[in-house]
């Protein structure tokens, strides 16, 4: 469970099952080869009955995701002006003028200098940090109220890192969204999230407030996890 506002961090080790976790939520695991049971309700919506129809309608507006690695999420024959646009466009119905000074805007806001030059740019005229700037942009293009968030940081440089951290912090403080942050990475759990579920061989296996599981481990492996 999951408040407006919060950060609730997944932690565990490569394989522990927390992407897979991510595409659940969203809707996005293959329907012949996977099978979810229980609930999950986002926002008032019931994810595991939905069409794919409906699904499409909720993912950007109600739940969107930012993907581990950007080059591949992106698409690399439309600028990423255009696949921001697109989204707010479909999503909302807004003019193509209208829905490019809105992604121009959302550039700024994940502080891409020369928002209005990179509008145009394809994504592999983009740095890494860059890229996951625009993908964060096109995250938020629709102000959903809850914000997926999959080893953003994992394939780059330390000190842009931190950057998207903190960008990522500050970003779901002044827009009140609820973030479900995956990483293996310690540091970046401690930094981000208020919350820490801890993932083993795709079960949760301890849970509680950032400073507790961290400070007082219960669980052997969570123990371990901090230790390596």
């Keep these: 469970s999951l408040e407006p506002g919060r950060v609730l961090g997944i932690?565990?080790?490569?394989?522990?099952?927390?992407?897979?976790t991510l595409r659940a939520l969203i809707g996005l695991l293959p329907p012949g080869r996977s099978h979810v049971e229980g609930r999950i309700t986002v926002a008032g919506h019931e994810i595991t009955r939905m069409s794919e129809a409906e699904l499409r309608e909720v993912r950007?507006?109600?739940?969107?995701?930012?993907?581990q690695e950007p080059m591949t999420a992106l698409d690399p024959v439309f600028t990423i002006g255009e696949q921001i646009a697109e989204t707010i466009v479909r999503h909302e119905g807004a003019s193509h003028a209208a829905a490019w000074r809105r992604?121009?805007?959302l550039l700024e806001l994940v502080q891409i200098p020369s928002a209005a030059r990179r509008l145009k740019s394809y994504p592999h005229e983009m740095s890494g940090g860059m890229r996951q700037r625009a993908m964060i942009a096109l995250?938020?293009?629709c102000r959903p109220a809850v914000l997926l968030a999959d080893e953003p940081t994992t394939a780059l440089d330390v000190t842009v890192q931190i950057q998207i951290i903190?960008?990522?912090r500050q970003l779901?403080?002044?827009?009140?969204?609820?973030?479900?942050?995956?990483?293996h990475d310690v540091g970046v759990a401690v930094e981000v999230a208020d919350h820490i579920a801890v993932m083993y061989a795709g079960r949760f296996v301890e849970s509680g407030p950032t400073e507790t599981v961290i400070c007082s481990p219960s669980h052997p492996y969570t123990a371990g996890l901090l230790a390596s």
Aim: proline share 0%.
């Design 172 to 183: 779901q403080q002044e827009l009140g969204m609820a973030v479900v942050f995956v990483t």
């Design 166 to 168: 903190v960008l990522l």
């Design 60 to 67: 950007g507006t109600k739940i969107a995701m930012i993907f």
């Design 139 to 141: 995250a938020l293009s």
């Design 103 to 105: 992604a121009r805007d």
């Design 11 to 20: 932690l565990g080790e490569s394989g522990s099952g927390k992407s897979v």
